[in-house]
């Protein structure tokens, strides 16, 4: 939160490489809040019963979430593949106003796919309600249905290879072209990549590794411990949201200087409070 009032409230920051990691930001809370109030819950309940439609609405934020980080990272690939393989042409091509329009865009397609799939899983009919998982997800919904789910299955993977592939393998791309360039280039050029495009590696790095591996446990869940299950589960909501303002805010210095100027004009604002109220008791 403070990484994204940071951003919004500095004017300095008003670039489209900043806009974009405070929509990697907004997305990391809107995933956290269809995941954690309903965990916390169930925490302080002795039942761990959810509504069917509330468990729906949970796998929307939840997959909406997840498509959404693929599309926010590859934008940002983009964004990076500009600035450092075309700076001249930079300005032309990025601006605040269409990184706006490419977030819009990178939010919308997720939200459409997974609105047409979440269509074909709320029509089934449920002959089961236990699920082997500490969120609701399409996939055990799909194994408690009473008919035949291959409708819902193709559609789940064209929706999800569109989603999750083709932005997975543009930032692969980005990269190798980012790498090319600055092995032809100077000292100068490879500051430059490795101060800004570090965090966003990082990131990528971290959240593939954490969907990959949820979608391996929610594929072969049966032969995996609950235990292992609901700890990895944990890992894939929690990390990437702490990883994002812990990169972002500690390695890039602009974000930092910013983030510290903030805090100094605050600090100082509430020790003039404080020295007024001690005036005013005495």
Not at 15 to 32: A, R
Not at 52 to 66: E, G, K, L, M, W
Not at 201 to 223: G, M, P, Q, R
Request: aromatic share 12%.
């Amino acid at each position: 939160m403070c990484l994204i009032i940071t951003i919004v409230l500095e004017k300095s920051l008003h670039e489209p490489m900043y806009v974009f990691i405070c929509c990697l930001s907004v997305n990391s809370l809107y995933g956290s809040s269809g995941f954690f109030p309903r965990f916390l819950l169930d925490l302080l309940s002795d039942t761990h019963f959810i509504s069917r439609p509330s468990c729906f609405v949970q796998i929307y934020v939840v997959y909406t979430y997840a498509f959404s980080e693929f599309s926010i990272l590859a934008v940002m690939a983009y964004d990076r593949l500009v600035a450092i393989c075309q700076p001249l042409r930079y300005r032309s091509r990025m601006s605040v106003r269409k990184a706006g329009f490419l977030w819009a865009a990178a939010v919308l397609h997720p939200a459409l796919s997974v609105g047409s799939t979440m269509s074909l899983t709320v029509e089934l009919p449920l002959c089961g309600n236990k699920l082997e998982r500490i969120f609701c997800a399409n996939r055990p919904i799909l194994d408690n249905s009473c008919v035949g789910t291959t409708r819902s299955d193709i559609v789940g993977q064209v929706i999800t290879y569109a989603s999750v592939f083709l932005p997975f393998f543009f930032v692969l791309y980005s990269y190798a072209r980012i790498l090319a360039v600055c092995r032809r280039g100077g000292a100068e050029v490879r500051g430059k990549a490795l101060q800004t495009c570090v965090p966003h590696l990082v990131t990528f790095v971290t959240y593939s590794s954490s969907f990959f591996l949820e979608v391996a446990i929610t594929k072969y869940n049966s032969k995996v411990d609950p235990i292992v299950t609901a700890v990895l589960s944990l890992e894939y909501l929690m990390v990437p949201s702490l990883n994002n303002p812990l990169i972002y805010g500690l390695k890039l210095p602009q974000i930092r200087a910013a983030f510290a100027r903030r805090f100094k004009i605050k600090a100082i604002k509430s020790s003039r409070q404080a020295h007024g109220l001690k005036k005013e008791t005495q």
